[in-house]
């Protein structure tokens, strides 16, 4: 379980940089990291932010199962 908790943990930092990234490309308008538009950064942030979402309701879904 605790294995499943930091690759949570690792998902959620990944797209906190994502969101980062995307607004440093908003905001310069540059093609930051070869990547054109910046919402292309803000839509792998939403999905890795669901994952880790689901991640975590499983963790404590398990945990009131013990």
Do not use: E, P, R, Y
């Not at 943990?9 to 070869?34: E, H, P, Q, R, Y």
Request: glycine fraction near 8%; aromatic fraction near 14%.
């Amino acid at each position: 379980m605790k294995a499943i908790n930091w690759i949570s943990w690792g998902t959620g930092i990944v797209a906190a940089l994502f969101m980062l990234f995307g607004g440093i490309s908003f905001l310069f308008d540059t093609n930051f990291l070869g990547v054109n538009h910046a919402i292309n950064f803000f839509h792998m942030a939403n999905s890795l932010l669901l994952l880790t979402i689901c991640i975590q309701l499983h963790i404590n879904t398990c945990k009131k199962k013990d």
